[in-house]
Every structure is written in C-alpha cells, then in structure tokens.
C-alpha cells in the first residue's frame, strides 16, 4: 500500500512539474507549382509524387515554390511560421525568408502553406536549402531544416 501511495505522489509530481507547452514542426514539404498554381493534377499522393518529379526535371514549367508545414502546438498564443530559404540564381547564392501566421486547424493537425510565387520566385532560383521555425511572439519553439542548411 505505501508503494502505491508512493508512485501514485510520484506520478502527480511529474505530470505538474511538466510543461504544459509543447510545440513541434512534423513535416516540411517543399513543392514545385506549375503555371497554374497547382502542385499536383489529382488528389492522389502517386500523382503528386510523379508531377512533382515533372516540374522538377523541367524548370520552365514551374511558376513557384510552396512549402506544405505541418506543425503541433499547444499552450502557446501568437504563433507565426517562418521559412528561411537558400537558393542559387545564376550562379549566384539568394536567400529568403517568408512568415505566415500560424492558425490552429482540423482533427488531422495543423498545415500551413507558405508560397514563393512570381517575380520573387524568378529571382530567387533554385532551392538549395531550408529551415522552418514556429515562432509564440518573439520565442523561438520549434525548428526543421533540410539536411544542407
């Protein structure tokens, strides 16, 4: 009996001695659009995979960028996302950064689109590299990047 009495203090003390906030970036999925603005010619995650191998073995057909975040948080307010990007425009290196309010969503998580379009993407070229930070205010909490950053 005293052990249970013991792990049972012992469990209450962990659970309120935790950190009611958490917040993570699950996935990044930086997509290619085509002059139209898609990403894909069917709902299908085949079809997507196989467009995306299109617009990436042909750069003319591609008109931008789209970053697909998927991110969890909780106990935070304010949240914003950010996507700083590293590319290469005739042989010489871009960066960019790019910031969207993060607004909570569906039962399946949170996604947030972020996109690079027009004249921007124009000159901003080829994706090198990345990095996406969830921001509460002006508090870093959470990060992803891509292997190269």
């Known amino acids: 009996m005293r052990w249970l009495k013991f792990l049972l203090v012992l469990g209450f003390a962990a659970a309120f001695s935790a950190r009611a906030e958490s917040a993570k970036i699950v ?5 290619f659009l085509d002059a139209q603005g898609q990403h894909a010619l069917s709902p299908s995650l085949y079809a997507r995979d196989a467009y995306q191998a299109q617009l990436r073995k042909n750069p003319k057909l591609r008109s931008g960028l789209r970053f697909e975040i998927q991110w969890k948080a909780s106990g935070y307010h304010d949240l914003k996302l950010r996507i700083e990007a ?3 425009h005739a042989s010489q290196p871009t960066q960019i ?7 909570k969503g569906g039962l399946f998580g949170n996604w947030t689109t972020i996109k690079l379009e027009g004249d921007a993407y124009k000159q901003f070229g080829e994706l090198t590299s990345w990095r996406a930070t969830l921001w509460a205010g002006d508090q870093q909490v959470a990060e992803q990047k891509s292997f190269l950053w």
């Open 97 to 103: 950064m790019l910031e969207q309010p993060a607004k």
């Open 27 to 31: 996935k990044v999925l930086p997509q």
């Open 86 to 88: 590293r590319g290469n």
